[in-house]
């Protein structure tokens, strides 16, 4: 790289030179020559005599200003700059692109021969010269002329428009009333199988439902459509907001960078986020479909109709959605297993990327190149934030708040600032201090005391907020800090604490606060930081015994896992640090473990995780060295000695019990235990044979996979047969491959990297599709740190000589699956110094592309 990039500053945000009201776009699709027409009229915000327009990789053909050729004009780098033009005038400029040779996947692009496009965040700048920035907001019509062999021509809004040209074209023409972003915008044209449905909305306007999915794939879209239909009933339900248009689709592509994204009227959706039916998609699979097509509908809203001013804004858009997502499966289904799988992402990646050099606040102040704050931060912590809010407010507060947010800023691209603004005014609170929260970045820490008096019956909390190292806030957070106290005989003692919010949520305002509840009969055991109301770190001194107390009755299942999580720790690292020869589970935690079974919780899905182990991201957070191989190994052996304590149990169950094979959520909790006890299960001496041979020759792809992962996990003579047998039987169907090739990386066998390796040349694998790419590279280095942190780097080696493809094939790829090398600090001087290694050798690529380039640079300096 010549030339280091420079990095933009929220501080020196500019509004638009320009207004553009409407945008006219043409499309004469060709894989190699495809003609933009845009013809769209600016008016200056200020006296000057030029406009500069962002544009990238374009061939210009032509260019009008006010009807007239016009030569006034400079290519840059990064767009054009017009002069001599009046304060306002209509512009009409045709560009010539080769979507056939657009493998970032940004712009418009082909994926298996159909085009498509994805424009989040900047890749508009792609398909023509424009303002490519989420303040200028504008109607677009939009005409796509295309083959008759591509008999879908899409794009966003309603059709208005459609007919032949000549005998081996056609067109159709699209208007969408709704004003909105570049990023937003769509084109999709191919040739698929449809499936077609309806929705009926509250006022009893007939919407239109289109799903789109690769020819022969039908059969895997009803699960997306059902999803699709449930998240516009329930968003009219919770948020009484309604859907706008006449028509919704949603086009599943197998070559697509993101999961989705929420194009007014037209999503755009990975493949793998669509499509399921039972013989292919896990439970996992069909919980995560509904959630990411809830997740993209309800931006229909909170990112469409109100949008970001501006890049740094992101949470604006993300964190609100990602929290409406986690709601809306919350209500559909188990509350506590949702919160748990938001947790677990919190503690397994947004701790780590906090800790790490790539921190940054859920609105950054600063980025080169804006692909790389797609991040668990923006999204994630951006979601607690905005629960945090819902704590404080309640949900009558909030809703009250959305409904003045969306009163005052329809149609609008706005601010992190406006959104806190509108629940504080329209609940009277002020939320000023709350704000830190948009600016602070690293995990700030909770330090709990508590003091009983038996005298006068008085139980003390006290509380001490600290900072992350870094953090660039010092200021006392605003801190929801929700607590149950559990008596003796495993009771909630009711508080009638005066100030306490949603009666159980205590106000941390300052550094050091101390709260005094009266009438406290006997020394409670608390539950703190309850179902993760703040996202910090919590330090308390928790003895054995009132962890086991809190995992047996603690009325928040959410409490009765963390109660778990935390014993399992406080396992770990005794097995870490010991010097003993052999080591012994307590009988705390064996005693707690062996009650969860005698006393099953009505949600067997609940149990699967209460005897689950953490996994080695989420336990190395609690180390400023990680240990890698001596937590591996601890890991390993508390598994172990946990398959020993419970195998009667495990026995027991998994071969008296049985589901029907169906979806509804009592077959999905006991397939979720049925896997987990046969996981233990192989690590015993209770022979699972039949049972690993009966469970891969399911027909229903949970059951399967759940058979195949035991297998690998303990080593079982089985397991290569049944790894070539899945291979032989699924390598039609690439999606369930990416399954098949994520096991093999998470192998934790010594010849894992020799496997890896081997699989670039297998049939299904194809490295510019990032599907591909992350479920083999991404699962090995995410997954799998037993081989990845092998001692002699040969797993970061593997990581980084793909990566070196990648920065010319697919950047936004590249950047996606470098993390795990960027944190290499926190690890042994062997092993910082051969990812630094591997770091420094990217550094050194000539043509290094900004996605990298940010990330390396921080990581190193």
Known sequence: MTQKPQAKLLADYQPPSHQVEHLDLTFHLSPKQTRVIAKYSLCANSEQSYVELDGIDLKLISLKVNGQPHAQYTLLVDGIRIDSVPASFDLEIETEIAPELNTSLEGLYLSDGAYCTQCEAEGFRKITYFFDRPDVLATYRVTVIGSKDFPFL???????????????????????????PSYLFALVA?????????????????????????????????????????????????????????????????????????????????????????????????????SIVGHEYFHNWTGNRVTCRDWFQLSLKEGLTVFRDQEFSSDLGSRALNRIDAVNAMRTHQFAEDAGPMAHPIRPEKVIEMNNFYTVTVYNKGAEVIRMMHTLLGEQGFQQGMSLYFERHDGQAVT????????????????????????????????????????????????????????????????????????????????????????????????????IFENIEAEPIPVLLEDFSAPCLLKYDYSLSQLSHIAKYASSYYARWEA?????????????????????????????????????????????????????????????????????????LLEQQVAQLLEKHLVAFYTSTHDSGGLSSKDVAIRALKNKCLYYLALTQFDVTSHLIEQASSTNMTTKLGALKSALNAQHTLSTKLMEEFDAQWSHDLLVMDKWFALQATNQSDKCIDVVLSLYSHPCFDKSNPNRVRSLVGSFARSNPKQFHRADGRGYELLADLIVELNELNPQNASRIITPLLSYKRFDQNRQDKMRTQLERLAAISDLSDDLFEKIDRALN
């Open 564 to 636: 778990m999580q935390i014993l399992f720790t406080h396992q770990i690292r005794s097995y870490v640090e010991s010097t003993e020869p052999t080591q012994s589970m307590t009988e705390e935690l064996a005693s707690v473990l062996v009650s969860m079974f005698e006393n099953k919780p009505a949600d067997l899905a609940i149990l699967a995780e209460y005897i689950s182990v953490p996994n080695f991201d989420t336990l190395s957070g609690g180390y400023d060295v990680v240990p890698v191989d001596a937590l591996c190994n601890a890991i390993a």
């Open 190 to 290: 191919g040739d698929f199988d449809k499936l077609e449905d309806k929705f009926v909305t509250k006022s009893g306007k007939e919407v239109k439902l289109q799903l789109f999915v690769d020819k022969g794939n039908l059969s895997k879209a009803p699960h997306a459509m059902t999803s699709l239909q449930k998240s516009m009933k329930w968003d009219e339900e919770r948020f009484n907001l309604e859907y706008d248009l006449d028509i919704y689709m949603i086009v599943a592509v197998d070559f697509f960078n993101m999961g989705a994204m929420e194009n007014k009227g037209l999503n755009v959706f990975n493949s793998a986020c669509v499509l399921a039916n039972q013989e292919t998609a896990t439970d996992r699979d069909y919980h995560v479909i509904e």
């Open 154 to 180: 899409l794009s966003n809004g309603n059709q208005v428009d459609s007919g032949t040209i000549g005998d081996d074209k056609h067109f159709v023409t699209w208007e969408d009333p709704f004003k909105k």
């Open 416 to 515: 992190c600032d406006d959104f806190v603004n509108a629940m504080a005014d329209a609940t009277n609170t002020n939320l000023n201090q709350f704000k830190l929260w948009y600016q602070q970045f690293g995990t700030p820490t909770l330090n709990v005391s508590t003091k009983f008096q038996p005298e006068s019956k008085t139980y003390e909390i006290e509380l001490t907020q600290t900072h992350a190292k870094n953090d660039p806030v010092t200021a006392p957070l605003h801190i929801p800090v929700a607590i149950e106290l559990l008596d003796g005989q495993g009771q909630a003692i009711e508080l009638s604490k005066a100030d306490l919010k949603q009666g159980r949520v205590l106000e941390l305002t300052q550094a050091n606060q101390t709260f």
